[in-house]
């Protein structure tokens, strides 16, 4: 591959630069660790309009918002002659592939049928057509599909169409030739990724922090669509989580719960290295003496994925043995969830422990909200590898946890971790903590120790400074005189401490 200038595009869907939270916190961590790395930032956003929270450094050469839920983009006018027989073949045989796969449809070559009608500016108003709504009901009432029993009618293929019209537009956005596209999740942020390797040739590197097929599968038990509906916007994350895994040029799971979820999709082996998240053991130091009143912290959105009501569920319980005891709740109330925030409150109030908790909102100094308790609480049903867990750890505090995604290979043996949803079980954990004094001390110390041993800031970004130099095609870097390329980093202007040994590309330590 020619070294012609190679930046890297990061690919984001509703977070980083717009949203505060663990994924945003590891984008800007990324991009702030390699400042010799131009970086663009493309944005998948819900109406465009969302403002930028993050201050982006020098580095980010250019930020673009894609809307998915703004105006349609591209030209509306109808699709005429053979571009449209075209186009009903490949929506056809794209709604066959998730609907029907005893059909032999191709998931893929249907999708990138369809990006070559959306890089035109005609994809949102083909789909929008009375022929597709005529395809997608004709398919839907095939006798052998399960989706026919259900008698979808006209008012559920308008709503999919809707669904489905809006998850596509990233199709349209460009991504530039000379970039390496790394999308931070997957589903719709490879959609760009996806097109450009198609046509352009652009290296894709594809990170998970959550597991995001098994969120839809969990945000659509009780969304209010009917049946074929799910059916189908279900099936096309399936498809599309399945086509990014197996077309990424390289897979980087944040820890090995997601590289064996990424393999049963269908990643090969070969392509996956495990990446853990890191913090800076500088910016998160020991925590210090405890609170002098029993106090259980917690630091993260207000959010049901991070399933709050089996901590306040738990909290009640612990309070049942330890009168004193308090609950802190450090964190936002994303734009959408304020109902979330009244949900919680009358579950306090039901179980009468309303006086105990009390709502800090979002705080500048993550860390003293983890000097604020006693014990640091995780209660979440889905997480990657929970900034929250490790920055606690390295504040040197005894943690409770679910154990969802990489949450038990982040602890080790330094907290405790439960099942997720069983508050009484919890409970347990909390009370047994609370009352050892002497072991809260010490899973704290070997909870600093792990973190500093492992989930460093440092190696963290150096993992991906290598994938990035491996992708745009040079095994090391170029001679420093050189600046032809703005991914070959000059090691000597690193921060100190920051380039920690030889230049050369190796391969990563897939068991750090």
């Not at 109406?47 to 809307?67: D, K, M, Q």
């Not at 040029?249 to 064996?260: F, G, K, S």
């Not at 002098?292 to 319980?317: H, N």
């Amino acid at each position: 591959m020619p070294t012609t200038g190679r930046h890297v595009t990061m690919l984001t869907e509703g977070t980083y630069p717009h949203v505060h939270g663990g994924v945003s916190t590891w984008c800007d961590q990324l991009v702030r660790g390699m400042p010799q790395v131009d970086f663009e930032i493309l944005a998948l956003t819900g109406s465009g309009r969302e403002p930028v929270t993050w201050e982006l450094p020098p580095n980010v050469r250019r930020h673009t918002a894609f809307p998915l839920w703004g105006p349609a983009p591209g030209r509306g006018r109808p699709l005429i002659g053979r571009e449209k027989r075209r186009f009903t073949d490949t929506y056809e045989r794209f709604l066959l592939s998730i609907l029907d796969p005893s059909a032999g449809c191709d998931f893929g070559e249907s999708l990138y049928g369809l990006a070559e009608t959306a890089r035109r500016g005609r994809l949102s108003a083909a789909l929008r057509s009375e022929p597709a709504l005529r395809s997608l009901m004709w398919i839907w009432t095939m006798p052998h599909l399960q989706t026919a029993a259900a008698r979808p009618t006209v008012h559920d293929a308008l709503t999919a169409t809707d669904l489905l019209e809006h998850a596509l537009r990233p199709l349209a956005a460009r991504i530039p030739a000379d970039s390496v596209a790394h999308a931070v999740s997957s589903g719709l942020a490879t959609l760009p990724a996806l097109a450009a390797q198609r046509f352009d040739g652009v290296p894709f590197l594809l990170t998970e922090h959550g597991i995001y097929l098994r969120e839809r599968y969990l945000g659509y038990r009780s969304a209010a669509q009917r049946w074929p509906v799910k059916a189908l916007m279900l099936g096309f994350y399936r498809e599309l989580n399945t086509l990014g895994y197996r077309q990424a040029d390289l897979i980087t799971p944040c820890n090995q719960y997601n590289r064996r979820w990424e393999e049963r999709g269908g990643a090969p082996a070969a392509r996956i290295r495990t990446v853990y998240n890191g913090v800076d053991p500088h910016a998160f130091p020991l925590a210090g003496p405890e609170p002098a009143v029993p106090t259980l912290s917690w630091c993260g959105r207000i959010d049901p994925i991070k399933d709050l009501e089996t901590l306040i569920r738990a909290y009640a319980i612990a309070r049942a043995e330890v009168p004193e005891l308090r609950l802190r709740l450090f964190g936002p109330v994303p734009a959408g969830n304020e109902d979330y925030r009244t949900r919680l409150e009358k579950l306090a109030a039901e179980r009468g422990v309303t006086d105990g908790i009390t709502y800090e909102g979002r705080i500048s100094d993550v860390a003293s909200a983890y000097a604020a308790g006693t014990l640091v609480m995780l209660s979440s049903i889905s997480e990657g590898f929970p900034f929250s867990l490790i920055e606690a750890m390295s504040c040197g505090r005894a943690t409770v946890s679910t154990d969802v995604g990489g949450v038990r290979e982040a602890v080790g043996d330094t907290g405790l971790v439960v099942p997720p949803r069983e508050p009484a079980v919890m409970a347990e954990a909390v009370v047994a903590l609370l009352r050892d004094a002497e072991r809260r001390a010490e899973l704290g110390r070997r909870a600093r120790q792990r973190v500093v041993d492992r989930f460093t800031l440092h190696r963290s970004v150096d993992g991906f400074r290598r994938i990035y130099l491996e992708l745009a095609g040079l095994p090391e870097p170029e001679p420093l005189d050189s600046d032809d390329w703005t991914l070959q980093l000059r090691i000597a202007d690193l921060p100190s401490g920051f380039a920690g040994g030889t230049p050369r590309i190796r391969e990563l330590d897939r068991t750090m």
